[in-house]
């Protein structure tokens, strides 16, 4: 049975840092990622590693994001710095195999001013 499971959000002033984690288990993936959605707001991609084993980050975190994998874990992590409140939202790790993604349930982080 896939189980993806975040943790790490929290509360953080402005400028902050926190960092996600994201732990896969029940199969081998062949991408893992990170998306989040703000209130009132669709889910959108973040970051995340392609199948080619690159990343790719969103604009708007460019620069201050930086995700990293622990395939010996199937774990990824993201490291954001220099958080801004409009990086407020629910985080959510998406783990695939065979094509199809897997969710968890999300960690949530705000950002205040």
């Known amino acids: 049975q896939v189980q993806v499971v975040e943790s790490g959000g929290g509360l953080v002033q402005a400028g902050g840092s926190l960092r996600l984690s994201c732990a896969a288990s029940?199969?081998?993936?062949?991408?893992m990622g990170w998306h989040r959605q703000a209130p009132g707001k669709q889910r959108e991609l973040v970051a995340r590693?392609?199948?080619?084993?690159?990343?790719y980050y969103a604009d708007s975190v460019k620069g201050r994001f930086t995700i990293s994998r622990d395939n010996a874990k199937n774990t990824a992590y993201l490291q954001m710095n220099s958080l801004k409140p409009e990086d407020t939202a629910v985080y959510y790790c998406?783990?695939?195999?065979?094509?199809?993604?897997?969710w968890g349930k999300g960690t949530l982080v705000t950002v205040s001013t």
């Open positions: 590693f392609t199948s080619g084993g690159e990343t």
């Open positions: 029940g199969s081998i993936f062949s991408r």
């Open positions: 998406a783990a695939t195999v065979l094509g199809r993604d897997y």
